[in-house]
């Protein structure tokens, strides 16, 4: 695991939105995992704005709410046409979502791995981070092998996400329709974005503390190239900070970065 900490909210996101860009001039036909939230709509005005091509790019986003249709703006499929998909000229069948609306949701989850596999698997998959320790909806306890699936939500979460119903943390849907731990940990390269004060806590456990179910995003200690970019708030309450701005100083793979991020 890589760990990048920047000065602040806006240079956290331009270095997340540089990588991204680079990953998809690299390979333009490149299978892009993507996360919702607050976090990732500086992310994708970013993207937007680089003018970067997503027109042989396939997408797969992490999780969807149960039982509210892609019409309904809280969704995160009519999230992810706002923030990106109307402003890029990604062709719309090669984006993809769980589908919370499914009448049978085991069959569903098992058809979203099937499409993931059959895509050839996921290159660079974006994560953010709940306040719960969460990545996609893997909510305290699950499997750190898990699938995709449906997941009751904490009330921590509900309440995290309760800006976006109107502050009413019981009118955010109880359950969702998320990629597992185990398919998180496919991917073949991970990307976490997190900032602020809030995330302080909760980043130290999953970057430093033990390996556990209660803190699902700990598995990323588990991935081979795993990269984790904070602003200072989000990075307040790691031990380790000072070898982890030594590598960013010194990789060589860090080399165009901080070039264009300390102009
Ligand atoms: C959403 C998702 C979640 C969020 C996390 C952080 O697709 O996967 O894990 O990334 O809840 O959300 P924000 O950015 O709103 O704090």
Redesign the pocket.
């Known amino acids: 695991m890589e760990v990048i900490i920047r000065p602040d909210r806006l240079s956290a996101v331009d270095l997340t939105v540089r990588l991204i860009e680079k990953r998809l001039r690299d390979k333009p036909d490149l299978v892009l995992g ?7 709509e500086a992310v994708y005005a970013g993207l937007v704005a680089s003018g970067v091509s997503f027109a042989r790019c396939r997408t797969f ?3 969807e709410y149960i039982g509210l249709p892609a019409t309904n703006p809280n969704s ?1 499929a009519h999230y992810m046409h706002t923030h990106l998909f109307s402003k890029v000229d990604i062709d719309p069948a090669n984006t993809h979502l769980p589908y919370g609306m499914a009448p049978d949701l085991k069959l569903a989850a098992r058809e979203y791995e099937d499409r993931i596999a059959a895509a050839g698997g996921i290159d660079l998959q974006l ?5 719960a320790g ?4 893997n909510e305290p306890l699950s499997a750190l092998m898990s699938r995709t699936r449906d997941k009751s939500l904490t009330p921590a ?1 509900r309440q ?2 309760a800006g976006m119903f109107g502050g009413d943390a019981q009118a955010v849907p109880s359950r969702a329709l ?1 990629m597992g731990v185990g398919t998180i940990l496919e991917a073949r390269e991970l990307l976490l974005l ?1 900032c602020g004060a809030a ?1 302080a806590g909760v980043i130290a456990s999953a970057v430093e503390g033990p390996l556990t179910s209660r803190v699902s995003a700990s598995a990323i200690q588990l991935h081979p190239s795993c990269k984790v970019v904070l602003d200072d708030d989000a990075a307040a309450e790691l031990t380790g900070r000072e070898y982890y701005d030594f590598v960013f100083s010194n990789e060589p793979e860090w080399a165009e970065f901080r070039e264009e991020t300390d102009r």
Request: cysteine-free; aromatic content about 8%; charged content about 10%.
């Open positions: 993507l996360a919702t939230g607050r976090t990732m986003n992490l999780d995160y994560l953010g981070i709940g306040q969460h990545i996609g909806f979460t995290q996400n998320t997190a995330k």
